[in-house]
């Protein structure tokens, strides 16, 4: 099993190292051809703006949209964005793989920042402590789409559908393995 991280802007090492702490073999991902040999991708946080460009300039949107169509892929943050079919801005380049919309400032500038404990359904062994940084919120879902945490006011933070995963935070800057080893139980499915 071999899973990428999209490398082109934003906490890419921070995943990597997480991937790796499970002992899975984990690459860093650039180039359209880099997609070719991979079981599953990580789209990191950063800033969505940028790696829609990137993206763009590298030739990698119609690859990674191809890439997403079977493969998993998940998305934090940033990454959540780019996966979203609607974030209300024309001009973004983003993938359109998830029946997701998302508001890309949701928590506006004050309380642009914020940890909270969050339950997740479907992860054992407690609330996942969230680290989330400007990040977006899911505002609707289509129907294959599950929802898998909320925050206390009810916003969506996190979601699956299929092989597709998105959550707003920023799980590779705590300590807490479970997403990624819960990321990589999607990926074995797949390969099974
Ligand atoms: N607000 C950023 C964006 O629009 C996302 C922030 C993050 O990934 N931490 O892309």
Known sequence: ???????????????????????????????????????????????????????TSYGLIEPLRRFAETKPTWGTCAGMIFLAKDIGIDEQPILGAMDITVDRNAFGRQIDSFETDLQIAGLAGGPFHAVFIRAPVVTAVEAPVDVLARLDDGRIVAVRQGQLLATAFHPELTDDLRLHSSFCDIVKETLA
């Open 1 to 55: 099993m071999k899973i990428g991280v999209l490398a082109l802007q934003g906490a890419f090492i921070e995943h990597i190292k997480m991937l790796r702490r499970l002992g899975v073999e984990a690459v860093e991902a650039r180039l359209p051809h880099q997609l070719d040999d991979l079981d599953g991708l990580i789209i990191p946080g950063g800033e969505s703006t940028t790696i829609g460009k990137l993206a």
